[in-house]
């Protein structure tokens, strides 16, 4: 006798409003590990850091001694009589903003110096060394010789051209945005530099700030002069040697 087929199992029968609200539940399980996620890399980064009451009397302290101090180099260089030894200044910014005294912070945006480790070419006047002299904790400069300059501008050359920064290669630029004034190449913008030439502003506003390596911490950006063993202050034809080892 045939034995009878087992009658099959019902299927749980599960409320569409379960599944939408457990479908629901998992969507909000994993936003909010995204967000603890977030939370904890921004706390790893230090953005969540309290400062105390007495680091901000600190820096409030460190800031107006900044401004004293740049106010009496300033003196300094006033009533002295400094001649620049030749036209050419190549200037690196060596030391961030943690103490910085706001009109420190405006002279280095003057000079395009937003940055660490940051350098431009200036021409040298009795007006930019005032400058330099009042900002000397921040920066280290010197005479760059024609190899450094070449090398800085075809090793590290951008410029700006409307909102874009763009790698300088390519003559076709320079002829297109210097041309005017018959620079046509990078080797002209080289000589205009080098010379100081008439179009020397125009040259060095179309290029931007040189961006600097620092390997094994060559720049430790010590406040004391160079010449007592430090980073800061003109260096003068050393900071060839300096280019060579950052560029």
Known sequence: MATEEAAPAALN????????????????????KLQ???????????????????????EYRDKELDLVQMKSRGKRIRSASVTPESNLLFVIRIRGKTDMHPKTRKILYALKLRKIRTGVFVKASAGIME???????????????????????????VVRVGKERIPLTDNNIVEQELGKHSIICIEDIVNEIVVVGPHFKSVTSFLCPFVLNNPEKVLQGKKKRFEDGGDSGNRKDKINELISKIN
């Open 13 to 32: 029968y599960i409320p569409e409003v379960v599944l939408k609200k457990r479908k629901t539940n998992e969507q909000w399980a994993v936003r909010r």
């Open 131 to 157: 400058m330099l002299e009042k900002v000397e904790p921040y920066v280290t400069y010197g005479y760059p010789n024609v190899k450094s300059v070449k090398d800085l501008i075809y090793k590290k050359g």
């Open 36 to 58: 603890q996620e977030e939370r904890a890399k921004r706390q790893k980064t230090g953005n969540f850091i309290i400062k105390k009451p007495e680091q901000f009397i600190r």
